[in-house]
């Protein structure tokens, strides 16, 4: 079985207070990004041993702590699963504020049940999802949510920007979510996200922020650059995703997003949501 895990967007981030757990609770709103890796998940060969094959962008850290090999062996560990072998090949920027990772696990979750025919509901699976990372709940609905709690609650939301022209620059940072975090200090928002965001996309320049956004650029300039390119552009809205260093704009009414002149070594997706 050959699946396409997707990344994400945030739309706006509010830190808003500190948890018992040592996590935070925000408010976001996750849409989507067609910006995939590809997964493939096939039973193993008759007397072999779970195994998974890496190609693409290098991921930092031992293959044996891939989020796809987590997801097996949380399910292996409930339904006595057979051995399986997977591939992954990496497309999406690590550590870009993107969900890259989180994707890839919930989309292993998702493929193991439908292959071994475990005939889990989306509840459950987005049960173990949670168990794998904050993010990773959101991949199991994987359309537009208002999301609160650890960012693994969910309100479905109405919000729909299918079509819309968008750009998402990495300019090669790395920001580990766990640092990102450490910059911020959790507070009351100052606009209630999901008015905000149901008022004409326009507005949300001025009433939609991350806060990741705020406490990192001062450290990292080159995100503040992005985004006035962004903004000088034509975007309507342009923001950092999640914890960054993604910076993404939406140009709505455009066929496709502008050509900008970036340094080299960035990634870049254009294309529509
Ligand atoms: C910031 C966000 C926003 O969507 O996305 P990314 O920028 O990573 O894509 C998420 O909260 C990232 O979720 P995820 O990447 O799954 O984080 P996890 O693995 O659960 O946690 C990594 C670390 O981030 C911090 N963390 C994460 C989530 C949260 N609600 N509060 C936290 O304080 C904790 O320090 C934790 O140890
Ligand atoms: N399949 C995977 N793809 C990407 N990163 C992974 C994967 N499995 C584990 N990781 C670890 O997760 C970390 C961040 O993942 P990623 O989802 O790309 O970040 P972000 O949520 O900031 O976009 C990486 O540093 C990497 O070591």
Not at 197 to 226: C, K, M
């Amino acid at each position: 079985m050959l699946v396409f895990p997707n990344a994400k967007l945030n739309l706006g981030l509010y830190i808003t207070s500190q948890r018992p757990d040592g996590f935070r609770n925000l408010e976001s709103v996750f849409v989507p990004l067609p910006w995939t890796d590809a997964l493939e998940v096939l039973p193993a060969p008759a007397g072999a041993a779970t195994s998974l094959a890496l190609t693409g962008i290098p991921i930092p850290g031992e293959p044996a702590t891939n989020l796809c090999l987590r997801a097996y062996e949380l399910l292996q560990a409930d339904f006595n699963l057979p051995p399986a072998q997977l591939h992954l090949h990496k497309v999406v920027p690590i550590g870009a504020g993107l969900g890259g990772g989180s994707g890839d696990a919930a989309f292993a979750l998702r493929a193991l049940n439908e292959l071994f025919d475990l005939k889990q509901t989306s509840g459950v699976l987005e049960n173990y999802a949670r168990r794998l990372g904050s993010d990773c709940a959101f991949f199991i609905r994987n359309k537009p949510v208002f999301a609160y709690e650890r960012g693994d609650v969910f309100e479905d939301s109405s919000l729909d920007l299918t079509g819309v022209a968008c750009k998402v620059i990495y300019p090669g940072l790395h920001i580990s979510t766990a640092e990102a975090y450490s910059h911020v200090q959790p507070r009351t928002p100052r606009h209630d996200l999901r008015t905000a965001i149901s008022q004409p996309l326009e507005t949300w320049r001025d009433t939609i922020r991350n806060d990741f956004e705020d406490a990192l650029t001062p450290h990292y300039p080159v995100l503040g650059e992005i985004k006035t390119q962004l903004y000088a552009a034509g975007a309507a809205y342009a923001s950092l995703s999640g914890s960054g260093s993604a910076v993404y704009g939406l140009f709505p009414g455009q066929e496709t997003p502008p050509k900008l002149a970036l340094p080299a070594g960035y990634q870049v997706w254009d294309g529509r949501l």
